[in-house]
Nanobody, 122 residues
């Protein structure tokens, strides 16, 4: 069983910064990609950023230049540094781990965290 646990959310003023962390635990051999998605009230869940095992990162247009994703493969942990936050960044942020293998050659699965609330408001 694999679990993802997010931390670092909270309330911040516009223009402020937050750093989210997500640690994957359990029996893990490899994780192809890790990422962050968000869902605002009344909206669909959307991609924020993803990063591959080899550190190739992709970002939503709305966060380019403001957010930075990184990962520590040895710790199975992904981070999201969020700067210049705007009220429209308010959402529940979910961690994602894609193509997780528990053994060499085993089937791969996708996992989600429970989410952490980020609120940007004055």
């Amino acid at each position: 069983q694999v679990q993802l646990v997010e931390s670092g959310g909270g309330l911040v003023q516009p223009g402020g910064s937050l750093r989210l962390s997500c640690a994957a635990s359990g029996s893990i051999f490899s994780i192809y990609a890790m990422g962050w998605y968000r869902q605002a009230p009344g909206k669909q869940r959307e991609l924020v950023a993803t990063i591959s095992f080899s550190a190739v990162a992709e970002y939503a247009e709305s966060v380019k230049g403001r957010f930075t994703i990184s990962r520590d493969n040895a710790k199975n942990t992904v981070y999201l540094q969020m700067n210049s936050l705007k009220p429209e960044d308010t959402a529940v942020y979910y961690c994602n781990a894609d193509r997780v293998r528990q053994r060499l050659g085993s089937a791969s699965y996708e996992y989600w965290g429970r989410g952490t609330q980020v609120t940007v408001s004055s």
